[in-house]
């Protein structure tokens, strides 16, 4: 089963705006992470961060996490053509053993 | 550092044949998965190794399904015998033995299953 919902489905920007994804989950969490995925190829870890912090940057990346709410937002800034691929939040689960439970995915599609 | 290696890429085959998928994780990763991806959808858990043993295959579809992971190293999924719904992407992925509270998991570029 799903643990996260991801909003919106699909997103399309022209380069140089911000791209901003969001991930709902339903239960406890260790960590959440973002992963990227471009199409026909294997998933790629973009950013991890821990029930404890609230906030993470890396690179163009900023990732925000509030448990109260179980969300997560994923902002990309400046976007790029390169940027186009499909977004997953993945989240460990207290107790819940050493694995991912993925959402549902946000396509983004950055225009020239 | 080699990745999680995967084959074959593409697999198109006619449904009631079985097919084989094989991984070669990250060298030293103690913990593998498989995981299937519908078109349009997250991935989904088949199957968690811990070495060589099984740690979670509540997801696995175990009339159809297997996996194994000889040695703790190389695994291969099977699926026999093959239906329609089984068309997805299979992707396997590795971690450090320490888990994924610290660390993230490394993916294969997966393989691509048709069943027609």
């Known amino acids: 089963s799903q643990q996260g919902e991801e909003d919106p489905q699909a997103l399309s920007i022209q380069e140089g705006e911000n791209a901003t994804m969001n991930c709902s989950y339903k239960t406890s969490i260790n960590n959440l992470q973002w992963y990227r995925q471009n199409s026909g190829r294997g998933l790629v870890h973009l950013i991890l961060i821990r029930s404890n912090e609230r906030e993470k940057h890396s690179g163009r990346l900023r990732v925000t996490l509030d448990t109260s709410k179980k969300s997560s937002s994923l902002l990309i800034t400046a976007s790029r053509a390169a940027d186009t691929a499909s977004y997953f939040c993945a989240t460990v689960l207290t107790g819940g053993g050493n694995k991912l439970t993925f959402g549902t995915g946000t396509q983004l599609k950055v225009e020239l | 550092e080699a990745g999680v290696a995967q084959s074959p890429r593409y697999k198109i085959i006619e449904k009631r044949q079985s097919v084989a998928f094989w991984c070669n994780p990250i060298?030293?990763?103690?913990?593998l998965y498989w995981y299937q991806q519908i078109l349009g959808q997250g991935p989904k858990l088949l199957i968690q190794?811990?070495?060589?043993?099984?740690?979670?295959d509540s997801q696995l579809p175990k009339d159809r399904f297997s996996a194994e992971r000889l040695k703790g190293v190389d695994s291969t999924l099977k699926i026999q015998p093959a239906k329609l719904e089984d068309s997805a992407v299979y992707l396997c992925?590795?971690?450090?033995?320490?888990?994924?509270?610290?660390?993230?998991?490394?993916f294969g570029q997966g393989t691509r299953l048709t069943v027609v």
């Open positions: 060298s030293g990763h103690a913990t």
């Open positions: 190794f811990q070495n060589n043993g099984v740690v979670d």
């Open positions: 992925a590795s971690s450090p033995g320490q888990g994924l509270r610290d660390t993230e998991a490394f």
